[in-house]
């Protein structure tokens, strides 16, 4: 599928996504990026990589998810304990370190306004969590 398909892509219309993390356990790194639906994602990524060591390690609902994206990988490549590989969205480094750098970029594209519960995933997106939005 392209990712254009999975809302985001040059050329897709901006819109309310997910933006996740999803960590590779063979190379110890993580992927940055923006979908509609991160279940899904995940499984194309196993797929597309022949890799079944892949698990969502968070992912945070967003208004604006291809702003959001952009955002958090500028705040990764600015990180010098981060790490990219060339020019893809896949980051080496401490997971709390990647997950605040993007949690700090999703907060300036909330999903919702204050008060409203959201649901997130957590590891391998079988379990869901709600939590008071903040």
């Known amino acids: 599928m392209a990712y254009s398909q999975l809302g985001g892509g040059r050329g897709a219309?901006?819109?309310?996504?997910?933006?996740?993390?999803?960590?590779?356990g063979n190379k110890h790194r993580y992927k940055v990026g923006a979908?509609?639906?991160?279940?899904?994602?995940?499984s194309e990524l196993k797929r597309e990589l022949n890799n079944t060591r892949l698990s969502v390690k968070s992912s945070k609902k967003v208004?604006?998810?291809k702003a959001a994206e952009n955002e958090a990988h500028q705040?990764?490549?600015?990180?010098k304990k981060i790490?990219?590989?060339?020019?893809?969205?896949?980051?080496?480094?401490n997971y709390q370190t990647i997950q605040g750098i993007v949690k700090r970029?999703?907060?300036k594209f909330p999903a919702y306004n204050f008060g409203i519960r959201v649901q997130f995933f957590h590891n391998d997106c079988s379990q869901f969590y709600s939590?008071?939005?903040?």
Not at 35 to 42: F, I, Q, S, V
Not at 75 to 79: A, D
Not at 86 to 93: A, I, L, N, P, V
């Open 13 to 24: 219309r901006d819109e309310k996504g997910y933006i996740y993390i999803i960590r590779d």
């Open 75 to 79: 705040y990764l490549k600015q990180n």
């Open 131 to 134: 939590k008071q939005s903040m």
């Open 83 to 93: 790490k990219q590989e060339g020019t893809s969205e896949w980051f080496q480094g």
């Open 35 to 42: 979908t509609n639906n991160p279940k899904r994602r995940l």
């Open 63 to 65: 208004r604006s998810m």
């Open 105 to 107: 970029a999703c907060k």
